[in-house]
């Protein structure tokens, strides 16, 4: 039984479809990369996992369940006890994901203490631990720094601290690195994954970044305009990807760019609100798109290979990476 | 902190001067001189009028005039009342408790219901709530005060006859002032119904007073609010599970009370300014009816003494307001 199983969930604002229809599933222990350009839906879907879309959003759902549990139907403080205790989550900008007026041991405790009681010592305790868990050097002093006394890498290890402090069964990391120097981005990802094994936590990993994927993530979704276009072991998808979108993401990178004197690039931005076009979502920009791609959407379509959705995928002989 | 205080202060002595100088010249280009107020009608001939301006050395050049103020203020001598010839110091401290308990008041009930008001129009953004608060402000910050002022007592004390119409204290009850404050020196009288009297004439000047800087914290409170509830931080707040209103009343409102704090600083001087008016409408014993009173009977002396002071309140208050600044937010506490 997965950890998390979500069932064609679906978040709108107003007449625009951020999430649409996803289906996803994770194990427990498992690192999962979800990946996209940005407006994607998959920072959206991963906020209403956690119950955190607001008015005007509206999520709907078959099914949303976690640890055997259905969500769905949990009222709000039902859901609240789960959110920051067994599901929990870190920002893209560690810089301004923390409040500017409490101090680090002040916001690392206050989760401790919403869900786990116990005596000041002994969240003081756990935070100094914590603290050093997430590589953080005198922590003693350090409790009582101010946000904006911290780096961004160290304040994304405070955010880390206060999300594994209740000891989550699924961390989300949304964007953990992208606001951080290239060097610090290495030591965050090891961070992630060094306390993904010691907890034995299921990490999801939102990122548009492929090479964070390629370090990390043992299966990768690929989300297209709200939707799950392909679904597979990191390692296949990577050498044979099959949803055409894949492969440009793919064909983007500058690692493998290397021969050629321009990086290929996708033409042309995600759909938003007005320009969604007919049939398949991916169809005005894809490289291989024929006439009955514009005509019907395309179903997901599993097998042995993983999922994906598309009319037309890629043979594995047809790409080498 | 010392140097922050200090330049602070610095900027005291561009302001006294600009003071004394403002008000020295104002209620001198006002027509009319203090003797030919104090005798009125019966007139008086001009040889006795030259007399007593002599005595009082409103004879001499005006410059000459000013450097002889100016010098008793910088040793401390405000001068004597014109009227009462008594010293403006003396007179000025034995009236301004009452203004400042009018003052405290009025603050009090427009932060109390100020900051909650905008909190909850902030967080029920364009609701009907919303937009009755906002209107609301806006009518009590666009009313003046005396209008507003004469409404309530033709309300409630002469139709509904809830509340007296002037003063402090019912007459019924005398006592020796202790501390100034009526509240709490009827109190500690320990008459019955005194204590409960003074609240009762407090209640319609409080009002009055603090309409204008109500409306002005419910809105600043709710544009704070609004701008701090799309931060970051607050997201992060939620996704640790806590219940919304410690999201909202803590996390969001301890940032948003930055700038509101700034606002309510900038309001002590507009309650002082208030006061004026507010005092009049109630015959409120305290420095603004009194100076209104003192430029009826140019009173010169006591005009710039009380205003003078009045200003050093309102700066030192400002002052005040930024030290606090410096304790809620971290950010400025923690610079150099």
């Keep these: 039984m997965p950890l998390l199983e979500i069932d064609n969930l679906s978040v709108t604002f107003g007449g625009l479809r951020a999430v649409d229809g996803l289906d996803l599933s994770i194990d427990e222990g498992e690192v999962l990369g979800i990946v996209g350009e940005s407006g994607s839906g998959k920072s959206v879907a991963m906020l209403a996992v956690m119950g ?270 | 902190m010392l140097r922050f205080i200090l330049t602070r202060l610095s900027i005291l002595i561009p302001t006294f001067i600009g003071v004394t100088l403002l008000t020295f010249a104002m209620i001198r280009l006002i027509p009319g001189d203090p003797i030919e107020l ?45 009227v009462t010839k008594q010293p403006v110091v003396d007179e000025f401290f034995t009236l301004f408790p009452a203004t400042v308990e009018l003052s405290i008041c009025a603050m009090l009930f427009a932060v109390a219901l100020g900051i909650p008001a905008g909190i909850l129009a902030a967080v029920r953004r364009g609701s009907v709530f919303d937009h009755s608060v906002m209107g609301a402000a806006l009518t009590g910050y666009s009313m003046p005060i005396f209008w507003w002022g004469l409404l309530l007592i033709i309300l409630f004390s002469g139709i509904l006859g809830w509340t007296p119409v002037s003063g402090r204290i019912s007459l019924l009850y005398f006592f020796e002032p202790v501390t100034g404050f009526m509240l709490i020196d009827s109190w500690l009288s320990g008459e019955s119904g005194a204590f409960k009297s003074a609240v009762r004439h407090l209640i319609l000047p409080t009002v009055v007073l603090g309409t204008i800087p109500l409306a002005v914290i419910a809105r600043q409170t709710r544009s704070a609010m609004l ?26 409102l301890r940032n948003a009370l930055i700038p509101v704090i700034t606002v309510i600083g900038l309001q002590v001087g507009v309650l002082f300014g208030g006061a004026v008016l507010t005092e009049t409408i109630f015959s409120w014993p305290g420095i603004g009816k009194w100076i209104i009173d003192s430029i009826h009977r140019r009173d010169y002396p006591s005009v710039q003494g009380g205003i003078l002071l009045i200003a050093t309140t309102v700066i030192i208050i400002n002052l005040l307001v930024d030290l606090v600044y410096g304790l809620i937010n971290p950010r400025i506490r923690h610079r150099r």
Aim: overall charge positive; charged content about 25%.
């Design chain 1, 52 to 321: 955190l879309i607001a008015f005007p959003g509206v999520v709907r759902a078959n099914a949303v369940r976690f640890n055997g549990r259905e969500l769905t139907g949990l009222n709000k403080r039902e859901r609240r006890n789960l959110t920051g205790k067994d599901i929990a989550m870190i920002f893209q900008e560690p810089m301004t994901s923390l409040n500017p007026c409490f101090t680090v041991g002040f916001q690392i405790t206050e989760t401790l203490k919403v869900h786990e009681g116990g005596t000041r010592n002994t969240r003081r305790e756990r935070a100094l631990e914590l603290l050093s868990q997430v590589g953080i050097p005198d922590p003693e002093r350090r409790l009582n720094s101010f946000p904006h006394q911290l780096s961004g890498g160290m304040n994304q290890r405070v955010m880390i601290a206060i999300a594994i402090a209740c000891r989550p069964k699924l961390l989300i990391a949304d964007e953990p690195t992208t606001a951080l120097d290239v060097t610090i981005q290495a030591q965050i990802l090891q961070l992630l994954l060094g306390l993904q094994r010691e907890y034995g936590m299921a990490l999801v990993l939102i990122t548009h970044d492929m090479g964070v994927v390629a370090e990390t993530a043992q299966r990768v979704s690929v989300m297209y305009a709200g939707q799950l276009v392909e679904e597979r072991a990191a390692g296949a998808l990577f050498t044979h990807p099959r949803h055409p979108y894949t492969h440009a993401l793919l064909d983007a990178l500058p690692e493998r760019g290397r021969d050629r004197p321009r990086l290929p690039t996708i033409p042309g931005v995600v759909p938003g609100l007005y320009d969604r076009p007919s049939g398949c979502l991916f169809n005005p920009r894809c490289a291989s798109a024929q006439a009955d791609c514009t005509e019907r959407v395309p179903p997901i379509e599993s097998g042995n290979r993983g999922r994906v959705r598309c009319w037309h995928p890629l043979r594995e002989d047809a790409v080498g990476a």
């Design chain 2, 227 to 252: 701008e701090v509830l799309h931060e970051d931080y607050v997201r992060t707040a939620r996704a640790k599970g806590l219940a919304p209103w410690r999201v909202i009343g803590f996390h969001a």
């Design chain 2, 38 to 82: 104090l005798v009125g009608e019966r007139g008086l001939d001009p040889a006795r009028h030259a007399k007593l301006r002599a005595e009082m050395g409103l004879d001499r050049p005006v410059l000459e005039q000013y450097w002889h103020y100016l010098t008793g203020v910088l040793q401390g001598d405000l001068g004597k009342s014109i």
